[in-house]
């Protein structure tokens, strides 16, 4: 789902409000989790799961192309755990799916 199915799906659920009301606030949520986790902070969503921030260390890599080796910087890159609802939901939405392809098969 891209960010526009997503706005058009929650106007398509709320028709009361207007598409622009729509966008605006899935755009304030994600500017409020990218603002938190570039503060260093954690999000946590209930149900759905938690944003936080893994450190790379510095590392030699190799370019692909001539093989040379080149200095990668740390870094910092965020990372999504689902929450064990959305996980249960998820695994039993696939288990029907899976079951249904082979009673077909």
Partial sequence: MTKSELIA?????????VSLDCQESVAAILD?????????SRVEIRGFGSF???????RL??????GQRVDVPEKYVPHFRAG???RARVN????GAVEAGNSLG
């Fill in 9 to 17: 799906r929650l106007n398509e659920k709320f028709n009361k409000f």
């Fill in 32 to 40: 409020s989790i990218s603002q938190s986790l570039s503060n260093g």
């Fill in 52 to 58: 936080s921030l893994n450190h790379r260390p510095p």
């Fill in 61 to 66: 890599g190799r370019n692909p192309k001539t």
């Fill in 84 to 86: 064990k609802e959305l």
């Fill in 92 to 95: 039993s939405l696939h288990k």
